[in-house]
């Protein structure tokens, strides 16, 4: 059967297609888990870390609705979004394979920097390459398979270090004072980057553009002019729906940005009764949260497959709706835990608002948007998170000290609070309904 020209794919061909998701991921996974403790190896101060992440948002905010702009108007013999995965794969994986050998803050924000826009660059055509690839009904089964990849990339960079203190041990530290098991990690990352991109386009290319479409790029040429003028007309022309989500995101990227930020500081002071990043327990610290952010990205994993048959059937803000409140009621009470166990299990929650801010969210976007416009309006999209991030990196500093008592659990009971106003704000939004049965694959 055949959809708008084009080929249904089965589940097989969707995970291939997303297994290049699997490397990106592992990165942003490294990025969660280990910037935060590098930052402290380093000699950064709480107050100000979140400036040190200032590169995701920034990156995302300038690099993906350009390339988003730019791929939609791209010709070449592999394809429109292809290029500008492997582009972002190289960069990715060099700046990985770099960021281990800091030997000073400036050099691992530097890094940061480069790591991230690399990232960015192969983010957004990927989440339009699925859009392009999928007919509407697989279409929530191509992103919530990106979910699910998500969360076993995660799982696994999170849980790396751990892993390889089986062959190293923990305390054995370069001389910049990071623990050799994370530069393994992020060499293991640097490999992983690019070889899984590669997999995905070999195995599952992009479409050929038909001759209608290759007509309508005549007269879209890739000037800056033209790609600034196209952003410009797609944020004028946004779907309603498309507007609605703006306070979600708003809510739940502000939270989940500063729970990256701030968990391992908050684990150290409320199970390991430590403040300082130079000491053995804030190590541990550090391995306890590597562990839960595994556990609530192995959640997310699971999750997702089990959201997709769901999905379909409530429709997507309604669930999404229910996992964001998830992970709002588990920020809450993590402030509160005493032992590692008693985190573990409020990973439950963080993995199953974790899993649906991968892929829910896509869900509802793919329903509204013209598909010519994909590429531009994923990266549009994109702004949604990283303005959050960007909000959260340049206030936090503002009203830590003040505000939150220098205490990074008082962060995270703010995350939990704007994560319950974003479940609220979901189901304002006129899109991700049900499914209708004519149209789930079980009625074809």
Same mark, same amino acid.
Do not use: C, H
């Given at each position: 059967m055949?959809?708008?020209?084009?080929?249904?794919?089965?589940?097989?061909?969707?995970?291939?297609?997303? *297994?290049?998701?699997?490397?990106?991921?592992?990165?942003? %996974?490294?990025? @969660?888990?280990?910037? %935060?403790?590098?930052?402290?190896?380093?000699?950064?101060?709480?107050?100000?870390?979140?400036?040190?992440?200032?590169?995701?948002?920034?990156?995302?905010?300038?690099? @993906?609705?350009?390339?988003?702009?730019?791929?939609?108007? $791209?010709?070449?013999?592999? %394809?429109?979004? $292809?290029?500008y995965f492997l582009i972002g794969a190289i960069i990715c994986s060099i700046s990985l394979f770099l960021m281990p050998y800091s030997s000073a803050l400036w050099m691992a924000a530097s890094l940061l920097w480069i790591l991230d826009a690399g990232n960015n660059i192969t983010m957004e055509p990927y989440r339009a390459y699925v859009a392009d690839r999928l007919v509407p009904d697989q279409r929530a089964t191509g992103f919530l398979t990106q979910s699910a990849f998500t969360g076993l990339?995660?799982?696994?960079?999170?849980?790396?270090?751990?892993?390889?203190?089986?062959?190293?041990?923990?305390?054995?530290?370069?001389?910049?004072?990071?623990?050799?098991? *994370?530069?393994?990690?992020?060499?293991?990352?640097?490999?992983?980057?690019?070889?899984?991109?590669?997999?995905?386009?070999?195995?599952?290319?992009?479409?050929?553009?038909?001759?209608?479409?290759?007509?309508?790029?005549?007269?879209?040429?890739?000037?800056?002019?033209?790609?600034? %003028?196209?952003?410009?007309?797609a944020i004028k022309d946004m779907p309603r729906a498309m507007r609605q989500l703006s306070l979600a995101m708003l809510c739940q990227w502000y939270a989940m940005f500063a729970y990256w930020q701030y968990i391992t500081f908050a684990v150290g002071r409320s199970i390991y009764d430590t403040s300082d990043p130079s000491s053995a327990a804030f190590r541990d610290a550090t391995l306890t949260t590597q562990q839960a952010g595994a556990l609530y990205n192995f959640i997310a994993f699971l999750g997702a497959l089990l959201l997709i048959p769901i999905v379909r059937k409530l429709g997507a803000r309604l669930v999404h709706a229910i996992c964001l409140t998830a992970s709002g009621a588990a920020m809450?009470?993590?402030?509160? *835990?005493?032992?590692?166990?008693?985190?573990?299990?409020?990973?439950?929650?963080?993995?199953?608002?974790?899993a649906g801010m991968m892929g829910n969210t896509y869900v509802m976007l793919a329903d509204v948007i013209p598909p010519e416009r994909n590429g531009i309006y994923m990266g549009i999209f994109n702004m949604f998170i990283v303005i959050p991030m960007l909000i959260q990196t340049l206030t936090m500093p503002l009203f830590y000290d003040p505000l939150l008592g220098s205490d990074p659990r008082n962060v995270l009971l703010l995350g939990g609070v704007l994560m319950l106003v974003g479940a609220v704000a979901t189901m304002f939004v006129d899109a991700g309904r049900p499914v209708p049965k004519s149209l789930r694959p079980e009625a074809n």
């Open positions: 055949q959809v708008t020209g084009k080929p249904r794919l089965s589940l097989l061909r969707i995970i291939e297609m997303n *297994v290049g998701f699997f490397g990106l991921q592992f990165s942003f %996974g490294l990025q @969660q888990a280990n910037m %935060g403790p590098i930052y402290g190896f380093l000699g950064a101060d709480e107050a100000t870390m979140p400036l040190l992440w200032l590169a995701g948002p920034m990156t995302g905010l300038l690099v @993906q609705p350009i390339i988003g702009a730019m791929s939609d108007r $791209t010709q070449s013999r592999w %394809g429109r979004r $292809t290029p990339a995660q799982t696994l960079s999170y849980l790396a270090p751990t892993l390889l203190t089986a062959f190293v041990a923990k305390d054995v530290l370069d001389a910049n004072g990071i623990p050799v098991i *994370v530069k393994i990690a992020f060499i293991i990352g640097a490999i992983l980057s690019i070889s899984t991109i590669v997999w995905s386009v070999w195995r599952v290319p992009e479409l050929p553009m038909t001759a209608q479409e290759k007509a309508d790029l005549v007269g879209k040429p890739m000037t800056v002019k033209a790609t600034l %003028g196209e952003i410009g007309s809450l009470l993590i402030p509160g *835990v005493e032992t590692p166990a008693a985190l573990f299990v409020l990973m439950l929650g963080i993995g199953i608002g974790w």
